[in-house]
């Protein structure tokens, strides 16, 4: 399956476990879900606080698009 495929099932999958957790109820089979970077879709280096991967996160960081967040030197 092709990354961006992958993305997809994903976003669907959050979309149900968000539909489980408004109904009280606990998503069954929830060790499917896991953590994907929204922009490029990578699995690992993914920072929860921002939602991407650290790739994308430093990019990001570089280009100023990320409020509050700049390159250290020291």
């Known amino acids: 399956m092709a990354r961006k495929a992958l993305v997809v099932k994903q976003k ?4 149900k476990k968000l539909r489980y957790q408004k109904m ?4 069954p ?3 499917r879900y896991y ?7 990578r699995v690992h280096g993914y920072i929860r606080e921002y939602g ?6 430093r990019k ?3 280009e100023g698009l990320i409020a509050w ?6």
């Open 60 to 62: 990001y960081a570089r």
């Open 69 to 74: 967040v700049r390159k250290a030197s020291w």
């Open 12 to 15: 669907k999958l959050l979309e």
């Open 29 to 31: 089979k929830s060790t």
């Open 52 to 57: 991407i991967c650290r790739v994308c996160f």
């Open 35 to 41: 953590n994907r970077c929204q922009v490029c879709g």
């Open 24 to 27: 009280g109820k606990k998503m």
